[in-house]
């Protein structure tokens, strides 16, 4: 039972990145590769505080949202002079960045050691150590997410993004201040993506520079794609299907030295068949460009 619970919160975990990826790529229409960076800044800063300065992990989740905000503002700026194929390459640069600074800055991060022996949360000096109760946490934090970035693209700001999507140009003669939107929006994306680190660092509770590869980012887009671009409820779809359905290989006594490239073909496989036979997701508004 433990074990599914967990495949259950780390799906959580994966669907609160996906709706934060969906609101830049779905609802946007901005193609970024760096998610990874804000999901591995939440996870260090978080499991940073704790470690060295005792400090609770709530206030660690705060801090790594946070500075994965800050990130965003960085990596924001490449949206606001390139478009399409080269943002890609941009936000991927620094998806490799945030790696490197991990691997290689071995005085804070220990680099490829890894940081062993992060706290769990606590309510009321009541420690989240069960996988019951750590669920119950992710499942607060996937409604609370899925309830704010709800509210965000049904608002007037949202509206702006589907213009900046549709067509950025008439967009921009409508007045609307495009670049700030466009910071605001990778802002937003990174602050959850940050949470999500936290949440993912104080239950594995060892982190090291393997969990936050560039191949990461590829991956929470297969799940917007996969899911629909431009869907909050797709994003669900998205997250819990490619997280859960390669375990069944576990179930099937798969070695895993093959189990891990196999899992890889089957991202691959089901993205082609995908793009072929509904570009747009399984419950998408968009298509994929």
């Known amino acids: 039972m433990d074990y599914l619970l967990s495949i259950l919160i780390i799906a959580g975990i994966y669907i609160i990145l996906t709706m934060s990826l969906n609101l830049i790529v779905g609802y946007t229409g ?38 994965a905000a800050l990130l965003g503002v960085v990596v924001s700026f490449p949206a606001l002079r390139v478009k399409g194929d080269y943002l890609a390459i941009a ?12 691997n ?10 890894g940081l062993p022996g992060i706290p769990t949360f606590s309510i009321f000096d009541f420690y989240l150590s069960e996988t019951w109760s750590y669920l119950l946490l992710v499942i607060f934090f996937v409604f609370l997410t899925y309830f704010i970035i709800r509210r965000i693209v049904n608002s007037p700001f ?6 900046i999507r549709e067509d950025e140009i008439a967009t921009l003669a409508m007045g609307k201040d495009v670049n700030r939107q466009k910071i605001l929006v990778f802002v937003i994306s990174a602050f959850f993506a940050g949470i999500a680190g936290s949440l993912y660092a104080h239950y594995i509770t ?8 560039v191949m990461e ?15 909050l409820s ?27 490239p196999l ?27």
Not at 93 to 99: C, D, E, P, S
Not at 158 to 163: F, P, V
Not at 217 to 231: A, E, Y
């Open 263 to 289: 899992r890889q073909m089957i991202y691959g496989l089901l993205l082609v068949i995908l793009m072929l036979k509904r570009p747009q997701g399984i419950l998408g508004k968009y298509k994929f460009r």
């Open 206 to 213: 060892f982190i090291d520079p393997s969990s936050f590869t």
């Open 91 to 102: 936000t991927f640069g620094f998806a490799m960045i945030a790696y490197s600074i991990s």
């Open 30 to 67: 901005l193609l970024s590769l760096g998610h990874v960076a804000f999901f591995s800044v939440g996870a260090y800063t978080s499991s940073l505080l704790a470690l060295n300065y005792g400090l609770s992990p709530w206030i660690g989740l705060i801090v790594g949202a946070c500075f």
């Open 158 to 163: 949202g509206r702006i993004l589907n213009g």
């Open 234 to 260: 797709g994003s669900f779809v998205g997250a819990s299907t490619l997280v859960i359905f390669p375990e069944v290989l576990s179930f099937l006594n798969v070695p895993t030295p093959i189990a891990a």
């Open 104 to 113: 290689n800055w071995v005085s804070v991060t220990r680099g490829p050691l």
């Open 217 to 231: 980012s590829i991956i929470i887009l297969l799940m917007v794609v996969f899911g629909g671009m431009g869907s």
